[in-house]
């Protein structure tokens, strides 16, 4: 990148107005659920540090404090993940209008369990890569090292939500749909492609092997 920046989080919501944006979150555990999220587009941020013609990536880290997150302290109880752990994007993806900053939800800043204080919402991907607690983002010439290593036949680099590219423990052809009432208002639907943005997000993949490059 061409210009650098550090900000806190007083200067990102200052900086740049925040909007509201309803989001359909598709799980990669075959569940759903439709989120009002508060942010901004990544783009706007990514273009104050003026990307050089060598990004190809967008790599951002999580937030290391095990006093506060004890799986970080056991890798058995934390998954298996090496932390700080790593979520990457494509520059394109990164840059896509739908790509979102996000510093709220529900009309209120993010409790700590939805990822506080800045996560990232991809509403066309797998819930995975939406990254909670970031406290770094980089631009990169390589693919960076995320998570997808742990399980490379379970999680793909891409995540995109495909009803046609099953996880290898179940059906990704459908849904659990979480409403309004919660765990008591829960019914089953057919899971969409892209989760239901081909008609944004598509052209970002054409050519592309939809299951090879899961």
Known sequence: MAKPLTL????????FPLEERIYRM?????????VPWVGFPLHKLLALVEP????R???FKTLYAPDQ?????DRFIGG????PYVEGL??????HPLTLLTVGVYGKALPPQNGAPVRLTVPWKYG????????????TRERPPTTEPAAPDEYGFFANVNPHVDHPRWSQASERFIGAGGVLDVKRQPTLLFNGYADEVASLYRGMNLRENF
């Open 8 to 15: 806190d989080h007083d200067d990102l919501t200052k900086r």
């Open 52 to 55: 050089t013609s060598s990004a």
């Open 57 to 59: 990536y967008v790599a």
């Open 69 to 73: 997150m004890p799986g970080q302290k």
């Open 90 to 95: 494509r520059l394109d993806e990164a840059m």
């Open 26 to 34: 598709r799980c990669v555990e075959a569940w759903s659920m439709v």
């Open 128 to 139: 995975f890569k939406g990254i909670k607690s970031i406290v770094s983002i980089e631009l």
């Open 80 to 83: 298996g993940l090496a932390y």
